[in-house]
């Protein structure tokens, strides 16, 4: 099975905090396959978990990478980046 | 009816079925768990489901960002990361409330020194905690309840996190047992206008469902209410939920007296609010924000533009402009930067303006060309000018006499020093008008410093040695056939405002958001009963007493208005 990643910059302007940490573990939990994100070079905690998301302490413009398994990594990567560089404050 | 006394918020009355917010639980203890771990992991999984289940419901009833707020909460309840913390902790042996306790605290800890919103966020994480604990223990969640129907909620106190979840449209009325008139929970009652009674120590004593009147105006819980009762305070709530949505009329008491309500600014920013609240003018406006902070006095030309632009924002209407008031706990280096032991009782005021000359006329010029400017513009407004903390009747001739050099029609004096209130009928002989100052006055009748915590129960002007100078300035007021005016905290409590017109006052000025309950009781007296209520106050020992007296004379007056109004129904049919 091919490990995928990405890199992205976070586009919420506050960042992986409670709104926008809520729908992203939401969003990487209903992949129903594991994923993980990491703040720069740190280690990485399951997107799946919004403690361990807010835990990163993650601010607009900060770089995260998300690293997902299985056939559809590719997919699921795709929607949880554009949920990321999305402004969810700004809606 | 027992009743159960505390400090009311405001001046509403409610009632319905009380509802508690159950006290947090005490950690659970460390020790060995007696079920198996399929057991206890059972159990948590269980709880868990159910506390994010009931979080999310509560979510869906709530709406908009609460919503976010308890959505989230179900998620943490449910976090993979942390249900690994957990089953860790059964595997080795703990019970599920401690593995639960644990885990969260674990976390929470990440939160709190991650700082600012994320340690905020540890708060939410304690009320998860909290529920789940519950929830395997079988006892009622911790925090806000939720009985299904509108409820008086009773708590020790409300923390914010609380009032952020509070659903306003079930929350009938607050009963706290701790907290006092600025505790979080008084803050929530005055900005939403929910009906409060803050600090009731014996209602701890009551219990879950039972009927209670909740009554802010006299500041008690009416336990076991009769049916007559009960139907009273309906029909208070009624009318005062009419009062609210009233037009907004000129201050005014029932037989027609007028009273005009003013508003305190501090800047001419404030204006537009408080002309739509209904102000009739402005009763103090304070000049201290031009001086403060600077290093040296603010030039006449930009004076001028301020005094302008307040005067056009209140074209036709009353503007009472006070000089500037420096010294004591408005200190400034360029009027008095000598040590003083004690600056309240130091150069301040009109002392220290007066060491200082040229700052006055300055001020007076600013104000009489921003006067004739407004006035060439077909904005002017009716400028009147104090001067602040006048304590003899030749501190009055000197403001008076160097107000009408620059033309200053209306120059009147601040009342806040005994010795002023005591020689009104002599410094009204002199000046056009007298405003007093309730805050400083009552600092100084009581020698007791306003900004001193320790102190600070004498700060009550519903003393009645307080009461009694002010009658003095009414009597005296009277006498001269001239105004004399109420600005500072005393105007904005209704009831006190009712007394304060009983005792002579013809305007009163207060906060803007102060103005429709001031206003509506007004409307609810008579000047007689006004005098009545005024002379029950007058007549007691203390503070505490005044205010009870007041409020048992103004009820029987209502009542007798009440009385009066229902024998005119019948006569009309």
Known sequence: MPQVSRTVRIGSSHGLHARPAKLFAQAAKDTGIPITIAKDSGAPVNAASILGVISLGVEQGDYVTLTADGDDAEAALDTLSELLTTDHDAE | MPELRGVGIGLGVAQGPVARM????????????????????????????????????????AGGKAQDVLEAQAMMAEDPTLEQEVDDRIAKGKTSEFAVYDAFASFREQLTALGGYLGERAADLDDVAQRVIARLRGLPAPGVPDPGHPFVLVAKDLAPADTALLDLEKVLALVTTEGGPTSHTAILAREKAIVAVVGVADAAGLEEGETVIV????????????????????????????????????????????????????????????????????????????????????????????YEKLLAAFAGKKVVVRVLDAGADKPLPFLNDAHEENPA????????????????????????????????????????????????????EYFTKIAREYGVKTA??????????????????????????????????M????????????????????????????????????????????????????????????????????????????????????????????????????????????STSSTAAEAAATREKETEQ
């Not at chain 2, 159950?22 to 057991?39: F, G, I, K, Q, Y």
């Not at chain 2, 600005?487 to 005792?503: F, I, T």
Request: include cysteine.
């Open chain 2, 22 to 61: 159950a006290a947090p639980l005490p950690p659970p203890p460390d020790e060995r768990s007696t079920r198996s771990v399929e057991e206890e992991t059972a159990r948590v999984r269980e709880a868990v489901s159910a506390v994010a289940r009931e979080l999310e419901e509560r979510g869906e009833k």
């Open chain 2, 215 to 306: 009554d802010a105006a006299a500041g008690v819980v009416v336990t076991e209410p009769t049916d007559d009762e009960l139907a009273r305070a309906k029909n208070r709530a009624d009318s005062r939920a009419a009062a609210a949505s009233a037009p907004i009329t000129p201050g005014a008491l029932r037989d027609g007296t007028e009273i005009p309500l003013l508003v305190n600014l501090g800047n001419a920013e404030g204006a537009a609010e408080a002309v739509a609240l209904g102000a009739e003018g402005v009763g103090l406006f304070r000049t201290e924000f031009l001086f403060l902070s600077s290093s040296q006095a603010p030039t006449v030309e930009q004076q001028r533009a301020v």
């Open chain 2, 345 to 396: 009782l130091g150069l301040r005021g009109l002392r220290a303006l007066r060491a200082s000359e040229d700052i006055l006329r300055e001020q007076l010029t600013a104000l009489a060309e921003a006067d004739a400017a407004t006035r060439a513009a077909g904005k002017g407004a009716d400028l009147w000018v104090m001067a602040p903390m006048v304590a003899t009747v030749e501190e009055t």
């Open chain 2, 412 to 445: 009147g004096v601040m009342v806040e020093v005994p010795s002023s209130a005591l020689l009104a009928d002599r410094i009204l002989a002199v000046a056009d008008f007298a405003s007093i100052g309730t805050n400083d006055l009552t600092q100084y009748t």
């Open chain 2, 447 to 554: 020698a007791a410093d306003r900004l001193l915590g320790s102190v600070a129960t004498f700060q009550d002007p519903w003393h009645p040695a307080v009461l009694r100078l002010v009658r003095e300035v009414g009597e005296a007021g009277r006498a001269h056939g001239k105004p004399v005016g109420i600005c500072g905290e005393a105007a904005a409590d209704p009831m006190l405002a009712v007394v304060l017109v009983g005792l002579g006052a013809t305007s009163l000025s207060m906060a803007p958001t102060a103005l429709a309950d001031v206003r509506a009781t007004l409307l609810q007296y008579t000047l007689g009963e006004a005098r009545a209520i005024a002379e029950a106050a007058l007549a007691a020992n203390d503070a505490a007493s005044a205010r009870a007296a007041a409020q048992a004379a103004a």
